[in-house]
Nanobody
Framework: QVQLVESGGGLVQAGGSLRLSCAAS????????MGWFRQAPGKERAFVAA????????YYTDSVKGRFTISRDNAKNTVYLQMNSLKPEDTAVYYC?????????????????WGQGTQVTVSS
């Protein structure tokens, strides 16, 4: 069992930055794929970024490439999402997720464990 707790959300003006953190406990997560998803009001939960299970390869949805960076600190069992040049359309609840086996990192159904989410609001 893996427990995930997100933090770092908040209200920021367009063009600003936030760093989200996801602390994992319960299992060593170094061999897990770790992903970030987001859900805007009235929309489905969508893929944002992920780390492969070997922790080497990163993946991003097109709309955040060049603005968001996913990173991980295995010693702290924590994964981060640095978000720069934020836009109002980035407003959503952001969720951290973990998967022991997936190679399909953008599919939310592939993830076994989810955090409770953290709200990010970008004002124009």
């Amino acid at each position: 069992q893996v427990q995930l707790v997100e933090s770092g959300g908040g209200l920021v003006q367009a063009g600003g930055s936030l760093r989200l953190s996801c602390a994992a406990s319960g299992r060593t997560f170094s061999n897990y794929a770790m992903g970030w998803f987001r859900q805007a009001p009235g929309k489905e939960r969508a893929f944002v970024a992920a780390f492969s299970r070997n922790g080497i390869t990163t993946y991003y949805t097109d709309s955040v490439k060049g603005r968001f960076t996913i990173s991980r600190d295995n010693a702290k069992n924590t994964v981060y999402l640095q978000m720069n040049s934020l836009k109002p359309e980035d407003t959503a609840v952001y969720y951290c997720a973990a998967s022991r086996y997936t190679n399909n990192y953008s599919y939310r159904s592939e993830y076994d464990y989810w955090g409770q989410g953290t709200q990010v609001t970008v004002s124009s």
